[in-house]
């Protein structure tokens, strides 16, 4: 039931499967309900997690956010019984993940659409996502506090930030103008890391960072710090210049 009584809104928890056309955006009440996507999905919603319609192949976000919570099933979008992925295809697209669980690919429609952001629960959760912006570079990715992620694709992204207690294993190759690591651990053993450029900070503010190479390009009003004990294990470390 979701209503109005006596001039008071009232939401109460639809059951799973419900069409997120049936709930109502902005709402909190849905956090524990897996709801059924059969189009684009515009506005605010935050879900426990999404099974795809027969027309589907991923969510596809248009202008709004979807925060998926701690799915049970472990699966953040599904598709049968299957891992979806998600489309990102506005730049104010936003998808925040909470909690454990995994999703598929997820993508930008443009270059430099969306934002990523993973973790919002005290204890991080355990998430595996993956390729990041394989067809187009998606806008930002966010890793907060204490979240362990396994991306086992490529990341390429805008802005890449991982905060303090994210341990990353990355099983792709890992690209981005923008990046601030201040993690655990960010392991990309035999990947390549390529950061910055012109106009973006780099900075590695401590932790244990592994991988095949770290390549820092560096440009006009580029800002390039390591610093706070960072431990690079790295078979290549080499800068180049960027010239836009």
Do not use: C, R
């Amino acid at each position: 039931f979701g209503g109005v009584i006596s001039g008071i809104k009232v939401d109460v928890k639809a059951q799973d499967g419900v069409s997120i056309d049936k709930i109502t955006a902005g709402s909190d009440a849905y956090k524990d309900t897996v709801v059924t996507v059969d189009k684009a999905v515009s506005g605010t919603y935050s879900v426990e997690g999404v099974t795809l319609g027969s027309t589907q192949t991923e969510l596809s976000i248009e202008k709004g956010s979807m925060t998926l919570n701690n799915p049970e099933s472990g699966k953040f979008v599904a598709k049968g019984n299957d891992v979806a992925g998600v489309k990102l295809t506005d730049a104010s697209s936003a998808l925040v993940l909470a909690g454990s669980g995994e999703i598929g690919a997820i993508d930008a429609k443009a270059s430099g659409n969306g934002s990523v952001t993973i973790g919002q629960l005290s204890d991080g959760g355990k998430v595996a996502i993956g390729a990041v912006g394989a067809t187009n570079q998606v806008g930002t990715l966010t890793v907060n506090e204490n979240v362990n992620l396994t991306a086992n694709g490529a990341v390429k992204v805008g802005t890449l930030t991982v905060d303090h207690g994210v341990s990353l294993n990355a099983k792709g190759d890992i690209t981005a103008e923008a990046f601030s690591f201040k993690g655990k651990t960010l392991n990309a053993d035999g990947k390549t890391i390529t950061v910055g450029g012109a106009g973006k900070k780099v900075e590695i503010l401590g932790g244990d960072i592994t991988a095949k190479s770290l390549t820092l390009a560096t440009g006009h009003d580029s800002d390039v710090v390591i610093a706070g004990g960072a431990n690079l294990d790295l078979g290549k470390l080499s800068a180049i210049k960027d010239k836009t």
